[in-house]
């Protein structure tokens, strides 16, 4: 069974500076991706960035970037000059493949990014 | 265009009682999904659907749950008999299939908050 560990509850990170926010994965499947997902507190899941298991390098979507170290098997959100929009849940998920096309989400617990000005 | 919508985004009901939760994907999605995302379980999946059909439904937490799509469109989440421990926020997900090693990331509606009393 896959296995997503993020283990910062919670993370208060000053204006500007860069955050990083942890996320491991287990699973014996060699094909498999990874997603990170922000929840503001108004409740809705908003997809920042994806990693799939054989991309050779790291994705970026503007300021944010994903440190994805296969051997160590760790997905890290790297988010640049953090803004106080930023403050939120942060979600990392896996997807492995499945049949008929499924291709649903184990999420992690989450780690609340507060902003501080 | 739209993303996906939930409705009600809120309900308050009382033990036993049965509820609907309707999900309204982006148009032209094929996929869509149910998660369930509560303070002690996290963000679990309930189901799958390709077209109208539901390959996965593993995770039903019991047979008091029953999801059902029509038209390859709207999906409606019944909850018969309904339980304090259902209290939860319900999300809804679609995506396209744009390829494969491709993201296929899922959009998530904003959530319907269940309250069981």
């Known amino acids: 069974a896959q296995k997503i560990t993020q283990t910062q509850p919670g993370m208060f990170v000053q204006e500007k500076e860069a955050v990083t926010l942890d996320c491991t994965y287990d699973t014996s499947d060699p094909s498999y991706g990874l997603f990170w997902y922000k929840q503001p507190s108004s409740g809705e899941m908003i997809f920042l960035i994806y990693q799939g298991s054989y991309d050779q390098q790291n994705a970026t979507e503007g300021r944010y970037s994903l440190n994805f170290q296969k051997a160590r098997k760790s997905a890290n959100l790297v988010i640049s000059a953090s803004q106080l929009g930023d403050s939120a849940m942060y979600f990392c998920a896996m997807r492995e493949p499945g049949t008929f096309g499924n291709e649903k989400l184990t999420f992690g617990t989450g780690t609340r990014l507060t902003i501080i000005p | 265009g739209a993303g996906v919508s939930q409705s009600p985004s809120n309900k308050v009901t009382e033990k036993g009682k049965d509820v609907e939760l309707r999900c309204d994907p982006i148009s032209g999605h094929t996929a869509l999904y149910w998660y369930r995302q509560s303070l002690g379980q996290g963000l679990e999946f309930l189901i799958y659907?390709?077209?109208?059909?539901?390959?996965?439904k593993s995770g039903l937490p019991s047979d008091r749950f029953s999801a059902e799509r029509t038209g390859g469109s709207v999906s409606t989440l019944t909850i018969q008999r309904t339980q304090q421990e259902d209290s939860a926020v319900y999300l809804c997900?679609?995506?396209?299939?744009?390829?494969?090693?491709?993201?296929?990331?899922?959009?998530f509606g904003p959530g319907t908050r269940l309250t069981v009393l």
């Open positions: 997900a679609s995506r396209s299939y744009r390829g494969l090693g491709l993201g296929n990331e899922q959009f």
């Open positions: 659907f390709q077209g109208n059909s539901a390959p996965d």
